[in-house]
């Protein structure tokens, strides 16, 4: 069997040319989204996404303080989310079962998706996503438009069935963003549905644009936001650090031509400059080997009691090009005489070596998260007032 480089495969996933559209798509049979078990999360079947979502707020001066957190008791808007490459099944597709281990299915809707509970419906199908083993070259390359076609089949059963006229937002993440990107502009874009958008949020996906515009590239009629108020409107970055940015080997951060360039959308600063970040980091971050432990949140070593904890004023983000991409930078404000950690984990580093051209990827959602939902909230009351 052909083995793959982790970086190159993992660059292919992401930009969306893995995987054959082989006959497999065509002769897989289609997934029955009218059945609960064919979906992570939907109204009626809440198990995954009905979780402890309680987090520790660290205080600059090493205080903790719980934040508890509460579903919303009625929307009128719906979430809909596109999960990443989380599948450890040992095949070029996922199957249909979501895994429990760290970073599979359960968990990642859980870190990424289940919070946007506080303003929306969540919908979050399960589908044959192409797998982690076949990212590292360990199987055949998978099928991404099986994939596809699945996302396609369970947005389509959505809106037959769930929307009946409600707005959506639609969000992903790395493959999910991929999908989304086709979904958006196959079945969105200039189309009847695209007036029950209230945004999309897509994170670590090259979404592009017409260079110095804020349309064209993926999409032709709908644009960046630019203020929390405006809808319609698409949320895409991709992270890197401050002091990483993207290298001539990125795959993430540089466009495909040279009149394109990768959208940045500051989440805390949808209209531009360097603005606080609202994160929600795992309190224990999930262990893969060669990765070093996440430092104690604090200088006393104080036992963080919940499974998020959120860390207001540590984290800053500014849409910055370097002349080789574009890409939201990271700021970490380390301060060695307060009692708070002054390092975030999120490099991917398979070898204990990071892995620099890939960024802040894995904590692309979870370092924006609680200003995505800000967003989300205000883009939501504009929708309804529309």
């Known amino acids: 069997m052909q083995r793959f480089g982790f970086a190159a495969t993992l660059g292919l996933i992401l930009l969306g040319t893995a995987g054959a559209a082989s006959a497999r798509a065509e002769t897989a049979p289609p997934v029955d989204y009218a059945k609960a078990e064919s979906w992570l999360c939907r109204p009626g079947h809440m198990e995954p996404c009905k979780t402890d979502l309680s987090a520790t707020i660290v ?3 090493g205080s903790l303080t719980r934040e508890t957190w ?3 008791a009625w929307s009128k808007i719906d979430c809909f989310y596109v999960y990443p490459t989380a599948s450890t099944d040992m095949a070029p597709n996922s199957d249909l079962i979501p895994g429990t281990r760290p970073r599979e299915e359960i968990p990642v809707v859980q870190q990424q998706f289940a919070r946007f509970g506080s303003i929306c419906r969540l919908f979050a199908p399960m589908y044959r996503s192409t797998t982690v083993p076949q990212m ?3 199987v055949p390359p998978g099928d991404r438009n099986l994939a596809y076609q699945d996302v396609r089949a369970a947005w389509n059963h959505y809106l037959a069935h769930d929307n009946k006229g409600r707005g959506v937002i639609l969000i992903g993440h790395s493959q999910g963003t991929g999908h989304l990107k086709r979904l958006i502009a196959e079945e969105i874009d200039g189309k009847p549905a695209q007036k029950l958008l209230v945004s999309a949020m897509l994170a670590g996906g090259n979404v592009e644009v017409a260079r110095g515009s804020d349309r064209g590239g993926d999409f032709q009629s ?14 895409a970055w991709v992270t890197f650090r401050d002091n990483l940015p993207p ?3 990125a795959w993430l951060g540089k466009p495909s031509a040279p009149d ?22 795992f309190a224990t971050f999930p262990l893969l ?4 432990a996440q430092k104690p949140w604090t200088s006393s070593g104080a036992a963080v009691t919940t499974p998020w904890v959120t860390t207001p004023g540590l984290v800053s983000a500014e849409c910055r090009d370097n002349g080789i991409g574009s890409y939201l930078a990271i700021s970490v404000y380390a301060d060695p005489a307060d009692a ?6 999120g490099d991917i580093m398979p070898n204990g070596q990071i892995m620099a051209e890939w960024g802040l990827h894995m904590i692309d959602t979870d370092v924006t998260l609680g200003s995505l939902i800000d967003v989300a909230a205000e883009q939501s009351k504009a929708w309804k007032r529309r």
Request: hydrophobic share 35%.
């Open 222 to 235: 709908i644009p960046l936001c630019r203020n929390a108020s405006q809808t319609g409107c698409v949320v």
């Open 70 to 72: 509460r579903t919303a």
């Open 247 to 249: 290298g001539e080997k």
């Open 260 to 281: 394109r360039q990768v959208a940045c959308t500051n989440p805390a600063a949808l209209g531009g400059g360097k603005a606080v970040l609202k994160p929600y980091f």
């Open 59 to 61: 205080a600059a001066d």
């Open 289 to 292: 080997p060669g990765e070093p």
């Open 340 to 345: 708070r950690v002054d390092e975030i984990k």
């Open 136 to 138: 590292r070259g360990q």
